[in-house]
Nanobody, 125 residues
Framework: QVQLVESGGGLVQAGGSLRLSCAAS????????MGWFRQAPGNEREFVAA????????NYADSVKGRFTISRGNVRNTVYLQMNGLKPEDTAVYYC??????????????????WGQGTQVTVSS
């Protein structure tokens, strides 16, 4: 069983910053990638960013490029999402996701094997 636990959400004014954390745990866990997705009320869950575990390559949604940074933590199987220049349209529940089997891609929800419970990010104007 694999568990993902997110933290770091909250309320921030437009232009502010937040850092989300995600820690994955589980027996014999082999990670291939970790990603962040978000879901606003009435919308589908959308891709935000992903980090490949081998090689360290990253992918970002166009809407967050230049503002958000995904990085790997020093603790095993942890990932961060540094969010700068936050906008009201970034308001959503943010979910961490893990790929524990090799997949061809990183931007679709179906490509991830495990999900966290989500953390709320609210950006006021």
């Amino acid at each position: 069983q694999v568990q993902l636990v997110e933290s770091g959400g909250g309320l921030v004014q437009a232009g502010g910053s937040l850092r989300l954390s995600c820690a994955a745990s589980g027996r014999s866990l082999r990670m291939y990638a970790m990603g962040w997705f978000r879901q606003a009320p009435g919308n589908e869950r959308e891709f935000v960013a992903a980090l490949k575990w081998f090689g360290g390559g990253t992918n970002y949604a166009d809407s967050v490029k230049g503002r958000f940074t995904i990085s790997r933590g020093n603790v095993r199987n942890t990932v961060y999402l540094q969010m700068n220049g936050l906008k009201p349209e970034d308001t959503a529940v943010y979910y961490c996701a893990a790929q524990t089997t090799p997949r061809a891609g990183y931007t679709r929800t179906a490509l991830y094997d495990y999900w966290g419970q989500g953390t709320q990010v609210t950006v006021s104007s």
